[in-house]
Each structure stands twice: as structure tokens, then as C-alpha cells.
């Protein structure tokens, strides 16, 4: 399996930090070439680069994009489908979070919101299906716990993410029987970026079944499972959580 692997050719969007950037190092250490989509991180993703090109030479590129752009976007899915002679995989992880009042949402926030967690991931399987059928690839969607049950103060991020999700087992219908399309949906992994109160902390962590945040390489490993070695699994959405949403 390890030799097979060793030529597989990955685009992660969002892949600068946090759990794209991961994903990108443990696919990187199986053998994986890498593509490093970014927008507003670009000096994270040149570093990260860097990084992994110094283990292997021309095993990582970056690409910076704006997804909501549908010219970015096609130009994006052009680069990644001749780089290194085809796209074996592609991981939907960009993504936008941020809580939306529902009495105050404006339409600006629906759009970008839909769009970073929804839209973009859709177009862009969409532009690389036909290099995915070719290599008889695979698509993995970072989706969210709250797909399920949506996250209360965050209306728009759940609804976009429950797109996601459906997303996720429709193209597997019909991207089937060439292409596998999954997800992952992680639970409390690593607190948001923006300030979060230690008491809030706790009081979801007393709702985890292990009792502690997970780390971007839990991810990493779930969406190396479904790559790698989940030959006979497709429209499947895989939690990550600690056992969250046993107490939701």
C-alpha cells in the first residue's frame, strides 16, 4: 500500500495553519505530493513549503486563491489539475467561522459564509471532477459535528456546513463509482482563533466523553484513513470528536 501511496497528488485548500496545515504534514510524510491552497495566509503556507520541500524536493507547492472568486477558483483547480501530472485527491478544509446573531445578519455574512463552507467546495470538485475520474481519485470534506445539530449562535456557519454534509453523500452519487467522496467532522479540536472565556471552554469539554479538546492530528489521521485505506467507503461522514456528540 505504502508504494502505491508514495504518488498520490493532493490540493488542500486552506492548508496554511490549524488543521489544513496538518493534514498537509502527515500527507506529506506518507509520500504525498502537496498543494498548499491559501489566500489571506500566504506567508504561512510559503513557510510551510519550505518546510516540506527541504524533506523532499518539489513535493509542495502553494497556491494562492480567493475561493469566492469563480476566476481564482477555476485558475486554482487548472494549476492543481496539471501539477505533477494529474489530482488524486482533493480536501475541502477552507473555511470561514464566526458567530451571526440571527436578528443581525446581514447578506454579506450569508454570502460568505455559504460560500467559503459551501459553495467554493462544490465548484471546485466540481472543475477537478474530470482529472479525479481519470485517477480514480477521492474527496475528502471538512464538515463540523454541528452539521447535525447546529451550533446555537452560529445559524449561518451550521446551515452552510449541513450543506456540506449533504453535499458530501450526493456527489459520491455522483461522482460513484470512480470517485469516493467522504468527510470529517471534528468536535472540539482546537479553540477558535477569536477570544473564547475559559468557562466557556469547560462547559464544552464536561459535554466530551474524553473529557479533552482533540488536535489537528486527529484529523489528520481521519482524513489519511479515508484516503488511504477506506477503499470501500463513500458519502460517509466520520466524527472526530472525543464522544461530543453523544451529549448533544
Known amino acids: 500500500m505504502a508504494t502505491e501511496f508514495w504518488h498520490k497528488n493532493v490540493l488542500i485548500t486552506g492548508a496554511s495553519k490549524r488543521i489544513g ?8 510524510e506518507q509520500g504525498c505530493n502537496v498543494i498548499l491552497h491559501c489566500n489571506a495566509s ?3 503556507a510559503l513557510q510551510l513549503c519550505s518546510e516540506l520541500n527541504q524533506e523532499r524536493p518539489d513535493s509542495a507547492r502553494v497556491m494562492q486563491a480567493d475561493l469566492l472568486n469563480r476566476e481564482q477558483l ?15 485527491v482533493l480536501i475541502n478544509n477552507a473555511s470561514s467561522f464566526y458567530p451571526t446573531a440571527l436578528a443581525d445578519v446581514t ?3 450569508w454570502d460568505e459564509l455559504l460560500g467559503s463552507n459551501l459553495k467554493a467546495p462544490f465548484f471546485l470538485t466540481q472543475a477537478l471532477a474530470n482529472t479525479l475520474l481519470e485517477r480514480q481519485g477521492c474527496v475528502v470534506n471538512i464538515v463540523d459535528i454541528h ?5 446555537k449562535g452560529y445559524p449561518v456557519y451550521s446551515i452552510a456546513k449541513a450543506g456540506l454534509a449533504a453535499m458530501t453523500k450526493v456527489l459520491a452519487k455522483e461522482l460513484g463509482p470512480s470517485v469516493r467522496v467522504n468527510g ?9 482563533e477569536f477570544d473564547m472565556s475559559e468557562e466557556d471552554k469547560n462547559e464544552i469539554l464536561q459535554r466530551v466523553a474524553l473529557r479533552r479538546h482533540g488536535q489537528p492530528t486527529d ?17 460517509q461522514i466520520l466524527s472526530v470528536d472525543g464522544g461530543r456528540t453523544l451529549f448533544c
Open 42 to 44: 500566504k506567508q504561512d
Open 147 to 151: 452539521a447535525e445539530r447546529g451550533l
Open 184 to 192: 470529517v467532522a471534528p468536535g472540539a479540536i482546537i479553540w477558535p
Open 107 to 109: 447578506e454579506a455574512q
Open 74 to 88: 477555476q485558475n486554482l483547480a487548472h494549476q492543481a489539475a496539471v501539477a505533477w501530472g494529474g489530482l488524486d
Open 219 to 235: 484529523i489528520a489521521k481521519a482524513v489519511l484513513f479515508l484516503v488511504r485505506d477506506a477503499e470501500y467507503v463513500t458519502g
Open 21 to 28: 496545515a496538518s493534514c498537509a504534514r502527515l500527507l506529506h
